[in-house]
């Protein structure tokens, strides 16, 4: 796609500004387009080399190159969770989960809670950055109506879009989840505080809104699933609505791993929580050659005869990697020996002549290849061991919050879109879940979703979300006593 900027003569901006002010928001910038991750690389007609678009100073008429969004990025759209029964007094709902890396919506049979049809995007705002902290500032500097107007009418288009396809009218109802970052943005409420200590958000919702008071004209009413805290928000209270019943009883851990590591561990309506800073680097955001899981990442890594073997997301040739897949490489590269417990890549005189061949350097950086083009840099493994290390950690803090052991879990639920495609005895390999959770481990796709189609259709989930709300005692992992020895102790695979 090629573009002529025209520009603001007035003020001085970047080329990842001008593309924003002409409502072109397809240019990755994992960063927040700090000029650290190189992903937002454009042509400029008529220079030799590309450039990176969040730093180049943009020009009158300058001729812009962007690169193609080839493929469908892989989103977790449904779950194998419990439905709450609808009240069965509204002809259409909706239910829409708004993570900070992509949007799920479902159309809702209001009557009997069925999904009548569902659709799924990559959220619009990722131009400011793949992390809720790059969100937080984009806010701060003057964007928080952008970021408010890019949500608003992505979820309008994407209601819009299911609306036609059932040949349907207004929704009554539109229930969303989302972490407290995502609903403050939606509801053009500045996230700020949540970026600063005490990390207290302004708004802990749990109530319902005008849909023209947000800016979702194709809705009556919009429910916000409420929040515990800055960083546990309403896609963790859908977690637990969706997760628990038929096991209120059971001692349960539950893990959404994102951008940001939500937890929580209990039973019966009394949970710790915690959030733990994970960063991008499971989604591939901020990963040399990370990219969504979409055609052309590798998604998962494997040893066949002791030989590395690759699964390519539409079969076709690798042209990167996804989180899911560098869990696997992660656990591969220990298995062959070809870094230390430290994460350390090992020399080639360190190996053994058969995995030689796999140890290479990319841009004058120790790397491990994975295939002939794609590979995994030392630091690579340096961030996602850093992201590791802060799950862990949390994980181990909820136990002695607790005062329990592993052997006293029942359940170990992984949500969301990156639990749903990772292994989890790759996660368990890399020290991110206690190994000797494998066997009470599951998977349960996107709960959050399952979570905000209840609370669309049922005024007893809306209530029990309000419950689970008030059952729930956070921590902040940060100010921890015991968070910096653990973080230092799991650092290690």
Known sequence: MQICLEIDMTKKQTILEALRACGITSVPTPCGGRGRCGKCSVHVEGQERD???????????????????????????????VHYASDGTQTLAAACDIGTTTVVCHLVDGKTGRILATASEANAQKSYGADVISRIQAAQEGSLEELRKLITEQLSGMLHKLLQEAG??????????????????????SPENI?????????YFGKIF???????KECREIYVAPSVAGYVGGDITADLLAVTPGHEEEETLL????????????????????????????????????????????????????????????????????GSGLLDALSVFLQLGLIEKDGRIREKNEVSVACRKYLGDYRNEACIYLTEEVCVTQEDIRNLQLAKAA?????????????????????????GGFGSYLKPESAAAIGLIPGELLPVT???????????????VSHEARQHLAEIQKGMRYLELSSHPDFQELYVYHINF
């Open 51 to 81: 450039v990176l678009a969040c730093t180049t100073e943009a020009k009158e008429g300058m001729v812009i190159t962007l690169p193609d969004e080839e493929g469908t990025q892989q989103i977790a759209e449904d779950s194998n969770c």
């Open 168 to 189: 349907a009218g207004e929704i009554h109802r539109l229930a969303v989840a989302g972490n407290a970052v995502m609903c403050h943005l939606l509801a053009g409420i």
């Open 195 to 203: 970026g600063k200590p005490p990390f207290l958000p302004k708004e």
């Open 210 to 216: 005008p849909g023209n008071a947000i800016g979702i």
């Open 255 to 322: 893990l959404d791993i994102g951008t940001n590591g939500e937890m929580a561990l209990g039973k019966k309506g009394d949970y710790v929580c915690l959030a733990a800073a994970a960063g991008p680097a499971f989604e591939g955001a901020q990963i040399v050659m990370g990219m969504p899981a979409k055609e052309g990442a590798i998604s998962h890594v494997y040893l066949d005869q002791r030989r590395i073997r690759v699964q390519v997301i539409g079969e076709g040739k690798a042209t990167g990697i996804c």
């Open 391 to 415: 799950i862990a950690a949390g994980i181990e803090i909820l136990f002695r919050e607790r005062k329990i052991t592993w052997q006293q879990v029942d359940r170990l639920v992984l949500a």
């Open 442 to 456: 599951v998977s349960v796709g996107n709960a959050a979703g399952a979570g905000a189609v209840s609370a669309a």
